[in-house]
DNA sequence: TCATGATGTTGCATTAATGCTACATAGCAT
DNA sequence: ATGCTATGTAGCATTAATGCAACATCATGA
């Protein structure tokens, strides 16, 4: 399984979606909705074979009630919050 | 000029990195390598001409010792802070 | 048993974000 | 005048992010 891949190489971006929707009951569908996206994006996402968009991560910051800064991050998340 | 377009159409992303980077007295040079991008980069999101990638929006926040949330909306920012 | 929902996997097409080069302009020194 | 720095503009090439479709698996529930 390949890491997320920004343009600049080896540097991935490590996320709590999945942590954070199921806290919501939200399904991936669910969330996609929310953020306007398509559902496998949000799965890419949760998996971590690509980090998005400034823009999809605001909308799903904003889908998800966090703070982008809680959600996405450039070193691993300690695991339980 | 053209607004930030990102992948989902008339969504544009505002930032305060100008007002940011010249509140360190630094140059778009400066501020480019820092973040470890082009120059013209660093112009072009100035001008909101495009919004930047996640990890490249984290870089310059650490790169400015901001908030992602503080330096990008997707509201127009009120001026003067 | 059958259906349905949630998720994973693969593959393909499109486009925005980024790198990079070159050139122009304006300001500010010297 | 000459040079240097910062910035804007334009164009081109590459690639990652996203949409979308098809199919598989695995639960769960009727």
Chains 1, 2 share one sequence.
Do not use: C, W
């Not at 343009?7 to 971006?13: D, G, K």
């Not at 806290?23 to 998005?52: C, F, M, N, W």
């Not at 909308?59 to 996405?72: D, T």
Request: charged share 25%; no cysteine; glycine share 4%.
């Amino acid at each position: 399984m390949l890491l997320a891949m920004s343009r600049n190489p080896e540097e991935p971006v490590y996320n709590r979606i999945e942590e954070a929707r199921v806290a919501l009951g939200l399904s991936r569908q669910d969330l996609a909705d929310k953020a306007g996206v398509h559902y496998q994006t949000i799965g890419y996402l949760e998996r971590e074979e690509y980090s998005p968009s400034l823009v999809l991560a605001l909308r799903i910051a904003k889908a998800l009630n966090q703070e982008v800064s809680e959600l996405f991050s450039q070193t691993p998340f300690k695991k339980g919050k």
